[in-house]
């Protein structure tokens, strides 16, 4: 069992997000009053008022994304590659041709999706909707995931283990610019604030990561990151489902943990007592 509990930048609990539940990856709906989220073989959409959504009946289904405007979800699934589901009344589930591999993001305007395609050596591709076509975006020797669009869609934001532990980085979506380390670490799951000003990963250590983005041209420019808080990590946490989402202003943040969660852990300050430490050695 376990809880999506709500927590602010401190690692401070401000209350629960529906019953406890064998919760898995979950991603908040854009305005951040839903979740999507995976219990069991299935998806389902929670409000929180406590209504229950089936978004995939007996299907093994993971990995929900939201378009950006709440309307739709992409989502992996074990029998039929990467699904596409209106959220009304009445709306079936659809295949979206072409497509394969772990969905990670929707692009803000909708016309693009990001996914991972292989599992030894994972390569980010792109699935553009109009064309529906899936091309290679990074490919290497490497393996790459966890891709997040920023909002304006001019960055993605991803985890690749070149340097020999995986790490966050960003370059841009256009051109062939090489990408820039924001992590340094180790790094997984990076979520973007929405005006892009700051990025959200979970570090090696389990702590909530924090780093200031901007960019001069083509060249992106992130800033040292922080510590917020540690998250008492949950036994799915792995290279594809996150224990965590955030809210679009980056001031909540929802986290799936265990039943009996540790106590959550504010490191601000940390990188001055390690210093002070050292120096009294």
């Known amino acids: 069992m376990a809880h999506l509990v709500w927590v602010n930048r401190g690692g401070d609990q401000l209350g629960t997000f529906a019953q406890p539940a064998r919760y898995w990856t979950m991603a908040l709906a854009p305005d951040g009053q839903r979740v999507a989220v995976s219990v069991g073989p299935e998806l389902l959409l929670l409000s929180p008022t406590g209504g229950r959504v089936r978004v995939t009946h007996g299907t093994e289904s993971w990995n929900p994304v939201w378009r950006p405007d709440g309307t739709e979800l992409l989502f992996s699934s074990s029998i039929s590659g990467v699904v596409r589901r209106r959220l009304e009344a009445g709306a079936t589930a659809q295949l979206v041709e072409n497509s394969r591999g772990v969905v990670t993001d929707w692009s803000h305007d909708g016309s693009l999706a990001l996914l991972t395609v292989g599992t030894s050596s994972g390569d980010l591709h792109l699935y553009d909707f109009a064309a529906r076509t899936l091309k290679p975006w990074v490919q290497t020797n490497a393996h790459e995931m966890n891709a997040r669009f920023s909002s304006d869609g001019k960055w993605v934001a991803f985890v690749s283990d070149e340097s020999g532990q995986p790490q966050v980085y960003v370059r841009p979506l256009e051109g062939s610019v090489?990408?820039?380390?924001?992590?340094?670490?180790?790094?997984?799951?990076?979520?973007?604030?929405?005006?892009?000003?700051?990025?959200?990963?979970?570090?090696?250590?389990?702590?909530?990561?924090?780093?200031?983005?901007?960019?001069?041209?083509?060249?992106?420019?992130?800033?040292?990151?922080?510590?917020?808080?540690?998250?008492?990590?949950?036994?799915?946490?792995?290279?594809?489902?996150?224990?965590?989402?955030?809210?679009?202003?980056?001031?909540?943040?929802?986290?799936?943990?265990?039943d009996r969660p540790e106590p959550l852990m504010f490191l601000q300050g940390l990188d001055a007592l390690v210093a002070g430490s050292r120096g009294g050695r």
Request: aromatic share 12%.
């Open 178 to 258: 090489p990408a820039v380390a924001v992590s340094v670490e180790g790094g997984k799951h990076p979520r973007w604030r929405r005006d892009g000003k700051e990025l959200f990963f979970l570090g090696g250590d389990g702590s909530m990561m924090a780093a200031t983005f901007s960019a001069r041209g083509t060249t992106a420019e992130p800033g040292k990151p922080q510590p917020l808080f540690r998250i008492p990590l949950n036994d799915i946490t792995a290279d594809w489902f996150s224990p965590y989402d955030v809210t679009s202003d980056g001031q909540r943040f929802l986290l799936n943990v265990p």
